[in-house]
């Protein structure tokens, strides 16, 4: 977990945070007295006024080594190819000498080794980028190095400039953001003799999206031939904002994969939303949950909230309206699919709306959450009998095969996908990668399956299994992995 903010000027924090899931326990770290305090009281605690030096960075983000360069609140984090996390944006938010907010973005990339516990600053490839850029790794070639960091979004001023030369650390917050996508190559920048001296380098402009897709759901979409390597590399995105002005119900899809990869509008979402999220199903279409509404952009007079559950199909663009939830889910909502290939949709942001229905006799007051789980069960689950995974190895190498085994006869199996179980919250995807893999069918259940060529199509890590029928009906999944490569 990387930075956050500690309570008194949400200042933002360069901690690294680790949860071990095997041992269920937090890595120690020295806990900083202003939390310490905080805790005391917590879950309806204050800082007590008169607590020493609020202020000071020694009481609410004390230095530890394993600490980042820079303070980050809403940073992306990015799993690579080969083990290391790039850490990309988020800001540092303090009180001027009048009292006011001032919000700074944090310009440099860093890299976070898990071997050494430690991080990289990377001066020089300083970029002014909104929280939570959509981050996305994506193999540009043959090799199992071949791969680079797709990012979009740009910050510019209010007549479209962006800031250059950029300073070091942070920088002020600037007006808007323009949907320019960048290919970042962190290897070059790594190995760069110039490491340390401040730069914009290593930056590729490959496309403009009509929109930032800023708060906005997302979904990774990549299917391989049966050499292991790319047919396509897609990511669909779902409204959203500029990071000002109106939402959006713009959808775009763009294929990394081609040459001269460009951002194609899809069928719009049915309301401009923010803060909705998407998840990538076993059958490949993308479910597309909640969302903040735009009131003024669908003349409701306030913001509202979305309701719907939506499907988007990425083999057409197009968007059904699948129906409506109780529950708005906005800012801070989870969500998951789920081995059984459901989806688990959970938390939210409290509003008027939930209180009375939800929440008897509580008011609207958005911190405090909404403790309401929903499951939502696709259409597939209702179109007949599920196939079933006998067999499968739990250790998938790149560059070969694998054989899995299916009850029955493999006749009706239409497709073998990996989705790597990834949580999302904040509208972010997280990893959520979807990768269709190619398969001959053998005899009596028996299917030889094509392997991922390289790290950087499926990242090292844990993926669901999952074989669907050419009715688009998924088994459950069967939990697989794929290790760093040496």
Do not use: C
Request: net charge negative.
């Amino acid at each position: 977990f990387f930075g956050g903010h500690y309570i008194d000027g949400d200042h933002g924090l360069r901690k690294v945070n680790i949860f071990d899931p095997v041992t269920e326990t937090w890595v120690d770290r020295p806990m900083p007295p202003l939390k310490e305090e905080y805790l005391k009281g917590f879950p309806f605690s204050e800082i007590p006024e008169d607590f020493p030096d609020a202020e000071n960075e020694d009481n609410g983000d004390p230095p530890l080594p394993s600490d980042m360069k820079y303070q980050r609140w809403y940073p992306s984090a990015t799993v690579l190819p080969n083990g290391l996390v790039l850490i990309l944006s988020g800001t540092d938010t303090v009180f001027t000498a009048t009292g006011e907010f001032d919000e700074k973005h944090t310009t440099t990339p860093e890299i976070y080794d898990p071997e050494t516990d430690t991080t990289i600053a990377l001066e020089n490839t300083r970029k002014v980028l909104p929280n939570y850029p959509l981050t996305y790794v994506v193999q540009t070639g043959p090799g199992p190095d071949d791969w680079k960091v797709a990012v979009t979004g740009e910050m510019v001023d209010e007549e479209g400039n962006v800031l250059s030369p950029i300073p070091a650390g942070q920088v002020d917050a600037m007006d808007q953001a323009v949907g320019r996508t960048y290919y970042l190559d962190v290897q070059a920048a790594m190995a760069a003799g110039d490491r340390d001296v401040p730069g914009e380098n290593h930056w590729e402009l490959i496309a403009t999206a009509l929109i930032t897709h800023h708060r906005a759901g997302a979904a990774q979409l990549w299917e391989l031939d049966d050499t292991g390597f790319a047919k396509a590399q897609k990511v669909a995105a779902f409204g959203g904002n500029n990071t000002s002005g109106p939402d959006f119900a713009t959808v775009e899809m763009i294929d990394y994969q081609e040459p001269a990869p460009r951002w194609r509008r899809q069928e719009d979402l049915l309301l401009p939303v923010s803060d909705n999220y998407a998840a990538v199903l076993p059958d490949g279409r993308v479910l597309i949950v909640g969302g903040e509404v735009d009131g003024d952009a669908v003349d409701l007079g306030a913001p509202a909230q979305s309701l719907h559950y939506q499907m988007f199909n990425p083999r057409t663009g197009n968007i059904r309206a699948l129906g409506e939830t109780p529950v708005p889910r906005l800012d801070h909502t989870s969500m998951l699919l789920l081995p059984d290939a459901s989806v688990l949709v959970m938390g939210t942001d409290r509003t008027e709306l939930v209180a009375d229905d939800l929440i008897p006799g509580v008011e609207g007051d958005r911190d405090m959450g909404v403790p309401v789980a929903q499951v939502y069960k696709p259409p597939y689950l209702f179109k007949g009998p599920r196939p079933v995974i006998e067999d499968a190895p739990e250790e998938i190498a790149y560059g070969g095969s694998f054989d899995v085994q299916v009850s029955g006869s493999s006749a009706r199996i239409g497709s073998i996908v990996l989705i790597m179980p990834s949580p999302q919250t904040h509208k972010w995807d997280w990893g959520n990668r979807y990768v269709e893999l190619a398969f001959d069918k053998g005899k009596n259940g028996r299917l030889s399956v094509v392997a991922p060529a390289a790290p950087g199509l499926a990242l090292p890590g844990y993926y669901m299994l999952f074989v669907v029928t050419h009715a688009g009906v998924p088994s459950e999944a069967k939990l697989v992995h794929f290790s760093v490569p040496e």
